[in-house]
């Protein structure tokens, strides 16, 4: 399987973490250039995301149709698009509701939140625009979950068995044998990095865990502002990846105009995205960071991963929060420093203020801005 020449190595691309009391998988792999359970510059991770996106581009030039996996790689999906032109179509499985004949269900076996969602309404009709799919993910371990996913989707869309199928991923540590499971599949391997076989179960036995503790949420009193525009566009449902471009940039433009004020006065910024919704937060932050802001990005996730503060250890602090998106869900955010300004980038439809008002109970900033897909923007100074 070819990986794409460039700079990025295991050392650079990999560290492994324990998961909090998951009887599937003892471990997982995480990515510190990804803006996911650490953080990092928003140019270094979109840089990332974009080397594969060119290499796919180059070797697949035919590609218009492109599949993120929620919730680590609906950035790196959106970022691999981009590079494939605005007319390039794009959408993400999603954990989040869906209903109706045009979803298909699937599951992912190992993970702490096993069924995703995948819109299916407009298969037919972007399957006759395109001679190859891409399915990109952040890593690929063993391939059952996409196999199974491609074998359930041809089904219903036979076409697809026609197309080139690439899986698509930052790391990749299948076998030969998966791989070879995979080629029978019809199925494609590219990576940016190719990772040796190892036992990873057994170098995160030895590791004492413990769980994030809870954030109370606190009755803070935040300013609301609505902001002009349109918001973002959902890519749960297909969009062309120009569009939900376009729609990231604007709402950055008016978070910059409108709620943010002078670049210079926002000191040491996080800019912080919310489970599934990362590529807004990443395209916010590249601009801060162009214009000369310190600027760190990474996200709410629903992983539970075990804190340790072992040497190398990559989780060493963490809080378990309410969802920005359902009531009663768990998520968790990692590895907060002090900052001087948090901008909090979501694309939830409630207006319960119940999970910022947690977040900001652990947050060390002075100031605290949450903006919503649809325009709201909320302000706390800490003082």
């Known amino acids: 399987m070819p990986s794409y020449t460039t700079s990025y190595t295991k050392e650079t691309t990999l560290r492994v973490a324990k998961r909090y009391r998951n009887a599937k998988r003892a471990y997982l792999l995480v990515n510190p250039l990804q803006a996911k359970h650490m953080p990092v510059s928003p140019t270094e991770a979109l840089t990332m995301m974009r080397t594969l996106g060119a290499g796919l581009r180059q070797e697949f030039p035919g590609a218009r149709l492109v599949l993120g996996f929620a919730e680590t790689a609906t950035a790196l999906g959106a970022a691999v698009a981009s590079r494939l032109g605005p007319d390039c179509a794009f959408l993400t499985t999603t954990r989040e509701a869906g209903e109706g004949p045009g979803w298909v269900r699937f599951l992912e076996e190992h993970s702490h939140a096993a069924e995703q969602k995948l819109w299916g309404g407009d298969l037919d009709a972007l399957l006759q625009e395109t001679d190859t799919v891409l399915f990109v993910d952040d890593e690929i371990s063993?391939?059952?979950?996409?196999?199974?996913?491609?074998?359930?989707?041809?089904?219903?869309?036979p076409a697809l068995g026609e197309k080139t199928l690439v899986a698509a991923?930052?790391?990749n540590r299948v076998t030969p044998e998966q791989e070879e499971a995979l080629a029978d599949a019809g199925i494609t391997c590219r990576c940016l990095v190719r990772l040796p076989q190892e036992d990873h179960t057994a170098q995160v036995?030895?590791?004492?865990?413990?769980?994030?503790?809870?954030?109370?949420?606190?009755?803070?009193?935040?300013?609301q502002e609505t902001l002009p525009g349109e918001g973002l566009l959902d890519p749960?449902?297909?969009?062309r990846i120009g569009a939900y471009d376009r729609s990231c940039q604007a709402v950055a433009e008016?978070?910059?105009?409108?709620?943010?004020?002078?670049?210079e006065t926002l000191g040491k910024t996080l800019v912080l995205g919310t489970?599934?919704?990362?590529?807004p937060a990443l395209i916010l932050g590249e601009k801060l960071e162009r214009l000369g802001a310190e600027v760190c990005c990474h996200a709410t996730t629903r992983s539970p991963i075990g804190l340790c503060d072992a040497p190398g250890y990559p989780i060493r602090s963490g809080w378990k929060l309410p969802s920005f998106y359902e009531e009663e869900r768990t998520t968790y955010v990692y590895n907060l420093r002090?900052?001087?300004t948090v901008i909090v980038v979501s694309d939830t439809k409630k207006t319960d203020l119940r999970a910022i008002q947690a977040l900001a109970s652990v947050l060390t900033c002075k100031h605290l801005i949450y903006t919503q897909g649809e325009g709201y923007v909320w302000k706390l100074s800490k003082g």
């Open 142 to 157: 063993t391939g059952k979950t996409l196999r199974n996913m491609v074998a359930q989707l041809t089904r219903r869309w």
């Open 169 to 171: 991923s930052l790391l």
């Open 205 to 223: 036995a030895d590791w004492t865990v413990t769980e994030a503790p809870p954030a109370v949420p606190q009755n803070l009193s935040f300013r």
């Open 236 to 239: 749960r449902k297909t969009l």
């Open 254 to 263: 008016v978070m910059l105009s409108r709620a943010l004020g002078p670049v």
């Open 275 to 279: 489970e599934e919704c990362m590529y």
């Open 338 to 340: 002090e900052y001087d």
